[in-house]
Structures are given as structure tokens and as C-alpha cells.
């Protein structure tokens, strides 16, 4: 049973039927408004079979050191009402584009949560205690997320622990996160992934999932998600060249709600 988010209730449920506990005021300055309506392109467009990222109101995007020179106020204004920012990677680096754009989008009024990149080849408590050594904990920054996929192009890790493995060390991470900022982290993750290491086994954890031809119900056969990650090849104003596209899988009040009840 995963955490997920439904756009067609109040507020976002578990599978089981559990609401989210009451909100907190702690990001609810950041509300003042519904988010802009996206005005995006995508170099690539997909002809959505069923439901579409149009159906979902709120967008954002996600982006590493690949992305410079973002005009994050002109991204804001087009519809960016989020981003999440790659932080760390293993246990000893940095991504380079990181402190420039955790600032950038902090100073734009985008909210933003950053992300780790998992290696299987460091121990969980060394990763987690690096992105913690790397990443401020500041009041309204989003939960922080846990990046679970195969890198196979890595020239130090390719190692593909059995599922049981990846599943334990994922939750180490997890929780040494989640002492540390308050919030539980995010688990973002591919088909693939999903699929070979049985990650629908997280009762209860809050996930992003990766589909960029299909909507996330039809590809990983769940019922719901957070965040969906739709496209790869996303077209915004004051972003030169491609990037990630996502949307938050509920209402504009499920998104204040959520933001309220889930930021640091």
C-alpha cells in the first residue's frame, strides 16, 4: 500500500482510505494564490492515450546542473509552481547546479524540495548523512526525495542489489531523512524499477513516479501518486532547452492542503 494522491477528493487519501492528518500553517504563506496555469511546450509532444497531464491543474518541473541559466521568475510566471532540485549524489557529491538553483527558485517564490541520487555501492547512513550535510533544512522547503532507479552509464556503481536489499537500505535513508527534517521523504522511481524491486511493497510511503507515454494507473497499475513525471523533453519560458515536466495529482485545494500539511 503506497501513499498516494487522488484528484477526485478533498485532500489526498492512502489506499486504504486514511486522509492525511489536519494541516499545519507552516507553508501556507506561500498560498496566497492558485498556482499559475502551465503554459508549457514539450520537444517531443505524446498523443495521451485517456488521461492526460492537462487534466491536472498544478506543474512544476525538476532539474540538475544540465539546466542553466534559469529565469526562474519568467518560469513561475508561465506556470512553474514547483521544482525539485537535484542535491547529492552517493555519498561524496554535489550536483554543481544546485546552490544556484535552490536560490534562484527560493528568491522567484517557486517552492522547492531537493533530491538524492541513490547509489548501491555506499551504505545508506553515509548517503543520507551527506545530502544532510549539503542540504539546509529551511521552513516551506518541499520533503526531501529519494531518486531509486539504475544508473548504468555509471563508471563506479552499477550494482543491482536483490530487491529485499534495496527496499532496506531505501528505508534507512528514509528515516535518518525524516529525523532529521521532519518530514518523511519521497520516493521517485521508474517502471522498471518499480516493477523488479516490488516497491508497491512501501506501505504507506509517498511516491513520484516516472511515465512518459501512459498515464501512471496504466503503467505501474496503482491506484493513484503524488507526482507524476510526464515528460522529459518539457518546453518552458526562461528555461533554455529541454527539462522534466510533472504535476501534482490533485486540485488546486488538494495542493494547498498538501503543501501545508508537508512542508518542512
Known amino acids: 500500500m503506497l501513499r498516494l494522491a487522488s484528484g477526485t477528493i478533498r485532500g489526498l487519501m492512502l489506499l486504504a482510505g486514511l486522509t492525511l492528518a489536519g494541516c499545519g500553517g507552516g507553508a501556507s504563506v506561500h498560498m496566497r494564490s492558485a498556482p499559475a496555469a502551465p503554459v508549457f511546450g514539450d520537444a517531443q509532444p505524446v498523443s495521451w492515450p485517456g488521461h492526460s497531464p492537462a487534466g491536472y491543474p498544478v506543474h512544476g518541473i525538476d532539474v540538475a546542473r544540465y539546466q542553466t541559466g534559469i529565469d526562474w521568475p ?46 548501491f555501492c555506499t551504505p545508506a547512513e553515509v548517503q543520507a548523512r551527506w545530502f544532510i550535510a549539503n542540504v539546509p533544512k529551511e521552513r516551506g522547503m518541499l520533503p526531501p526525495v529519494i531518486d531509486l532507479e539504475w544508473n548504468p552509464q555509471s563508471p563506479t556503481c552499477r550494482a543491482r542489489p536483490a530487491p ?55 503503467r505501474y ?44
Open 74 to 119: 519568467t518560469a513561475r510566471a508561465h506556470g512553474v509552481t514547483f521544482a525539485f532540485i537535484k542535491a547529492t549524489e552517493g555519498g561524496d557529491r554535489v550536483d554543481a547546479g544546485f546552490a544556484d538553483h535552490w536560490r534562484q527558485a527560493g528568491e522567484a517564490g517557486v517552492l522547492r524540495g531537493a533530491y538524492h541520487f541513490y547509489y
Open 221 to 264: 497499475g496503482v491506484a493513484g501518486w503524488t507526482f507524476w513525471q510526464y515528460s522529459g523533453t518539457g518546453l518552458v519560458p526562461g528555461i533554455r532547452g529541454p527539462v522534466d515536466l510533472n504535476a501534482f495529482g490533485g486540485s488546486h485545494q488538494d495542493w494547498a492542503e498538501w503543501v501545508a500539511e508537508r512542508s518542512i
Open 164 to 218: 529485499e536489499v534495496v527496499r532496506s537500505e531505501a528505508k534507512t535513508f528514509m528515516d535518518i531523512l525524516e529525523a532529521h527534517y521532519g518530514q518523511r521523504p519521497i520516493i521517485y522511481t521508474d517502471p522498471g524499477f518499480f516493477e523488479r524491486n516490488e516497491l508497491v511493497r512501501f506501505a504507506g510511503e509517498e511516491v513520484w513516479l516516472r511515465s512518459t507515454a501512459a498515464h501512471p494507473t496504466d
